[in-house]
């Protein structure tokens, strides 16, 4: 994928600086160390190959910059934090661009769930599947107060499967039992419903779910980066080596998995439900 980086704007010094690609917008704050990144992907922010590539990216350049400790990540897009993988990557393609699309998908999980940032996610939109991943992968969530912002691992209402480490990761934030009946209903959850089950650990206004964000950010950043971060790690990297040592494997289910042609005419029924919803 071509990434097309955006340009500084211009200001007065780092804090005004926004730097970034096409798809993902940082910005950067130096003197706090947080910088906010952005989604913006329209309409729905569907994790595309390039979404995925540009926000690889992104955080690699934050992680390799000590001056950012911590990032918020949010949406650009009104009314949605991301609508999960792009269902087209995932349809009609042959076997090798669903190999290289699965390992993008790995790659971005794995470096948010053992990222040394403090991650805090602003959800000011919906936020089914893989987007709920991604905010899974988080130090700590924060959802807007909207009914129509639904959050869950839905897949199985597409008639595919969570890969075991979705499964894994739903798990380690709301437990076993809940994750068992989500995960098999293809539960997507209101927000009130979301905070019971432990899915999001706030739930705002929408006009204050970013400077709620900023908030949490300052208590997680008071405490020592070394302490948190090997606390983090004893966490979660038990869950992060079940995939590093399955990686090729994992590519490969995925792909025979997706390539069924029972499958794919799910997820083609599924598009198109998607489309018909709107005529
Ligand atoms: C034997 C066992 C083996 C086990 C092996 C396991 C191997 C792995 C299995 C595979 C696992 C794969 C995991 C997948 C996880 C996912 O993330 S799948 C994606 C799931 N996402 C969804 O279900 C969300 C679908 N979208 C929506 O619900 C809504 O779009 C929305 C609530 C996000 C927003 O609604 P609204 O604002 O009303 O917009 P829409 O009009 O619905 O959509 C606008 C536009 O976007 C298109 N679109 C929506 N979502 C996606 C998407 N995810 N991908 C691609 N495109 C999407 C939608 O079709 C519209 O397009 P048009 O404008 O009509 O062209």
Redesign the pocket.
């Known amino acids: 994928a071509t990434i097309r980086r955006t340009e500084p704007t211009a200001g007065s010094g780092d804090s005004a600086r926004r730097f970034g690609t096409q798809r993902v917008l940082v910005e950067p704050d130096a003197a706090s160390g947080v910088a906010v990144m952005k989604f913006k992907n329209p309409?729905?922010n569907?994790?595309s190959l390039e979404l995925l590539t540009e926000f690889i990216i992104s955080l690699e350049k934050l992680e390799n910059d000590k001056t950012f400790r911590g990032v918020i990540l949010t949406s650009d897009c009104p009314?949605?934090f991301s609508?999960?993988?792009?269902?087209?990557e995932?349809c009609g393609k042959n076997p090798a661009h669903y190999a290289e699309y699965w390992k993008a998908v790995q790659e971005l999980w794995l470096r948010l769930y053992l990222s040394n940032l403090v991650l805090i996610a602003a959800i000011n939109g919906?936020c089914?599947?893989?987007?709920c991943?991604i905010s899974l992968t988080c130090d700590y969530r924060i959802l807007a107060d909207n009914p129509k912002y639904?959050i869950g691992l839905?897949?199985t209402?597409?008639g595919?499967?969570?890969?075991f480490w979705?499964k894994d990761t739903l798990v380690n934030t709301i437990g076993h039992r809940a994750s068992e009946q989500a995960l098999q209903l293809g539960l997507l959850f209101l927000p009130a419903e979301a905070l019971q089950v432990g899915l999001v650990d706030q739930v705002v206004p929408e006009d204050q779910v970013l400077s709620t964000a900023l908030s949490v950010m300052a208590r997680w950043m008071a405490i020592p980066d070394h302490a948190r971060q090997l606390t983090k790690n004893m966490m979660r990297k038990t869950t992060v080596d079940r995939l590093v040592k399955q990686r090729d494997a994992d590519i490969q289910?995925?792909v025979s998995?997706?390539s069924r042609d029972s499958i794919q005419k799910s997820l083609q029924m599924?598009?198109e439900k998607?489309?018909q919803?709107?005529g």
Request: glycine share 8%.
């Open positions: 309409p729905v569907s994790l009314r949605v609508a999960g993988l792009d269902l087209t995932m919906a089914p599947a893989g987007g991943l639904l839905n897949e209402l597409l595919i499967v969570a890969p979705f289910n995925f998995f997706i599924y598009l998607l489309k919803k709107k």
